[in-house]
């Protein structure tokens, strides 16, 4: 007996190389103690799943009641907060079909990363292949899993994972944002806008689709594209109705022909039918054009089909859409609540990016207080409010030893509200990622999940936000009409409950008219001009203005859209200041 005792640590040295689970522990007289990082509160080593504290599991509906009661699905961000309060860091819960582990705890998902397998497994989203199997369609970077995942990834991640190569957009991302800010003064009224959100995923549907097919739909005119707007309105009606059939099978609703599963399958149609006209054209381009653009670079460069193509690109363009709207649109309802924040942003922008200038992505670099504020907001009040793996092989998290094909579900919603990981949680506070010696710890905060399987579109969101923060602040003061509070409600995405509060007030010392510039040519093209007419003191930009170009300004009051005084000047005499970079 005693030799066997003294072999004890030889033993447990030789299990440990042999199981995964065992290299967390440690020879401590009789006694497996996992490292700090991974345990859980009080729960012995290696329990179950079946041992993971959660709500009430009925029979058939798992706890579908019970959340029904907390506010049903669209309020299931706020009720997985409340559990996570209760059960701790880790809790199992089950809706109808569907059977989750929820985890809260950045020292929970550090292991998760940790022990991350080369093709990491997100949820399935059962609607989304149904639909792709009905129709016949490849399967997206959302879908696809394994080695056929890593294939698409590493055709897109050069392009859309490097930073040098996302920089190179913001031309086209200041071209649209241009016209953004034109349209906010023709739209608001009293400074509040009606629809906020609508303009917004015009906004983003506009730069997604120039950057992806390098063509403008005009969605920020007076006379929009119904195409386009038929696209966002398809987008929101998937997001919309896909969460009903995560929690009851998906093969009910098919065989019902329910008239959820109507919505989704009529919903994606319209997506896949518009977006596959663009991609074609994209394609079809031959000679030297293909190199210099988005899709035929990635398409010409890769072993993707064309039906792969169609499939990771719509993915793309939802994503670019949805998600990027509406993290701009809780950044300006955040930053409405904090104009002490707003001001030093203010104050950042201005000693960063000279007068007269369109902020670049190069200016972006030098900006810390505005990525902070970003940062801050989607911590406050993220778009996901959580994200999900898939087990691949027997995994020991935490306390629990979990078996393969286990769903995990990323609460960063919970995350972002825990007093433990950020002193005064409720509070608008960039500055607490400016500290020098910040206690935040990184993985509290995974807004566009972790590891490998990170989003694909994370770089060009930022820089979509951070670019279209500096034009806003630059020209307006957000303000809050009014205080009360403003809850978020999930479908799909994280929305407000109810219109924003918030009001744009042109920034004093900003010149009171605006001045847009007609060319007289076969194509009526315009630009912004940022100041009044200034002649023989800067140059005209010779991609726009030809040689002896006649052109028209038009002058346009602050509150009102009456033209005034139209004048002609010979561009061949007369040097123009503009606002932003030109733009067909």
């Not at 001001?343 to 960063?352: C, D, P, T």
């Not at 040097?575 to 030109?582: E, F, I, Q």
Request: with cysteine; net charge positive; aromatic share 8%.
């Amino acid at each position: 007996m005693r030799t066997q005792i003294q072999k004890a640590p030889q033993i447990l040295e030789l299990l440990q190389k042999k199981s995964v689970g065992l290299q967390h522990c440690k020879p401590t007289s009789s006694v497996c103690v996992l490292d700090a990082k991974d345990a859980a509160p009080s729960a012995p080593c290696g329990h179950t799943l079946d041992s993971i504290p959660g709500p009430t599991n009925w029979p058939v509906f798992g706890s579908l009641i019970q959340l029904l009661f907390k506010g049903g699905l669209k309020r299931q961000h706020e009720a997985l907060v409340d559990y996570h309060k209760k059960f701790g860091k880790i809790f199992r819960m089950k809706l109808g079909s569907f059977e989750s582990v929820h985890i809260g705890a950045p020292c929970l998902l550090e292991s998760l990363y940790r022990k991350e397998g080369n093709y990491p497994q997100r949820l399935e989203i059962k609607p989304w292949k149904a639909y792709r199997d009905l129709r016949d369609e490849a399967y997206g970077l959302l879908i696809l899993e394994g080695k056929d995942w890593q294939r698409m990834r590493s055709a897109f991640q050069q392009k859309l994972m490097k930073p040098t190569e996302v920089m190179k957009l913001d031309g086209k991302i200041n071209e649209v944002l241009a016209d953004f800010v034109k349209r906010i003064e023709v739209v608001r009224n009293n400074g509040k806008i009606k629809d906020l959100d609508y303009e917004l995923n015009k906004w983003s549907f506009e730069t997604i689709c120039f950057v992806l097919y390098d063509k403008r739909f005009g969605l920020l005119q007076e006379h929009v594209n119904e195409e386009a707007t038929n696209f966002i309105a398809a987008i929101k009606t998937m997001m919309s109705t896909f969460g009903a059939m995560m929690v009851t099978p998906v093969e009910l609703h098919k065989s019902l022909n329910t008239k959820t599963w109507q919505d989704h399958t009529a919903a994606w149609d319209r997506i896949f039918s518009t977006a596959k006209v663009y991609i074609d054209k994209k394609l079809n381009k031959q000679g030297s054009e293909k190199e210099e653009d988005f899709l035929c670079d990635i398409y010409h460069h890769s072993h993707l089909t064309k039906k792969e193509m169609y499939a990771a690109t719509t993915e793309l363009q939802i994503g670019g859409v949805e998600t990027t709207a509406n993290s701009m649109l809780w950044a300006i309802f955040n930053l409405s609540r904090s104009p002490c924040a707003q001001g030093k942003l203010l104050q950042e922008i201005r000693s960063v990016v000279p007068a007269g200038q369109v902020p670049t992505a190069e200016h972006i670099r030098n900006m810390p207080y505005l990525k902070a504020c970003l940062k801050e907001s989607m911590r406050l009040t993220p778009s996901i409010p959580f994200t999900s793996r898939t087990l691949d092989k027997e995994t020991m998290l935490g306390d629990y030893t979990l078996p393969k094909g286990t769903v995990l579900v990323i609460n960063s919603q919970a995350l972002g509200a825990n007093e433990e990981y950020f002193d005064n949680g409720k509070q608008f506070l960039p500055e607490r990622w400016l500290q020098e010696k910040s206690s935040i710890n990184p993985f509290a905060h995974v807004p566009f999940g972790i590891g490998k399987r990170m989003c694909i579109g994370r770089r060009l969101a930022e820089l979509q936000l951070q670019l279209a923060l500096c034009w806003l602040v630059q020209d307006y003061e957000i303000v809050a009409t009014d205080m009360e509070p403003v809850e978020a409600v999930h479908f799909g995405t994280l929305v407000p409950s109810r219109e924003l509060p918030v009001a744009f007030k042109r920034r004093s010392g900003k010149v009171k008219s605006s001045l847009f510039v007609y060319v007289a040519s076969s194509q009526v093209k315009s630009v912004c001009l940022c100041s009044a007419l200034k002649k023989k003191k800067t140059e005209v930009d010779p991609k726009f203005f030809r040689d002896k170009a006649v052109i028209t300004l038009q002058k346009k009051e602050e509150h009102g859209l009456q033209h005034k005084k139209a004048k002609q000047y010979n561009t061949s005499k007369t040097k123009l200041k503009l606002r932003g970079r030109n733009y067909q």
